[in-house]
């Protein structure tokens, strides 16, 4: 009967970890992404002549960045 309960708890945990998983990989692009904006409106406030290639290559590094997010979501879904 412990060893029915002791695999539900550790199948319990395992989903936690993989939570934990997808919030500490989603740090990472969360921050990127700021800086990736931040940077961007600042750069278009300096020139705004460039604005249409700012914003393409700002949009470009976002698009990069949310990739590795999706990733951090898809992987632990891969490795059950």
Not at 25 to 45: C, E
């Amino acid at each position: 009967m412990s060893a029915i309960l002791a695999a539900s708890d550790l199948a319990a945990v395992k989903g936690n970890v993989g939570s934990v998983a997808y919030g500490l990989a989603a740090i990472g692009p969360g921050i990127g992404v700021g800086v990736i904006f931040g940077q961007g409106v600042q750069a278009i406030a300096r020139q705004p002549e460039l604005t249409n290639t700012i914003r393409q290559n700002m949009l470009l590094g976002f698009a990069l960045t949310e990739a590795l997010a999706l990733i951090g979501f898809v992987v632990p879904f891969v490795h059950r």
